[in-house]
């Protein structure tokens, strides 16, 4: 389970590695631009159950902690569908990984 600390207090926010290596793209993309945004998930079974948004904004510091040495083959799709989020009204949204038919028979 990876970790992003935000802010001052570095609050931890458990991620699965694989979803925050995704949303380290995402979010490094739209801070690059200087654009603030929404950032919401679920809570992950472990902890008390809900959802939580937190407002990413360039001036506040913000560091991905990984659990896996490598980083994971990037699955393109669920980028763009992060990103397509990002750019909504309603900021980013941690959806499930989105996967192309010719990826799910590669795994079967």
Do not use: C
Request: hydrophobic share 40%.
């Amino acid at each position: 389970m990876a970790t992003l600390l935000y802010g001052p207090q570095h609050d931890p926010i458990h991620i699965e590695d694989r979803a925050l290596a995704h949303l380290k793209i995402v979010i490094a993309t739209k801070l690059r631009r200087n654009e603030t945004f929404t950032l919401s998930w679920k809570h992950p079974e472990a902890e008390p159950g809900g959802r939580s948004t937190i407002w990413i904004h360039p001036s506040i510091p913000l560091r991905f902690v990984f659990d896996e040495p490598e980083a994971p083959q990037i699955n393109v799709r669920w980028v763009e569908e992060l990103m397509h989020t990002a750019n909504s009204s309603g900021g980013i949204m941690l959806v499930d990984e989105v996967l192309d038919i010719g990826e799910i028979e590669r795994q079967h």
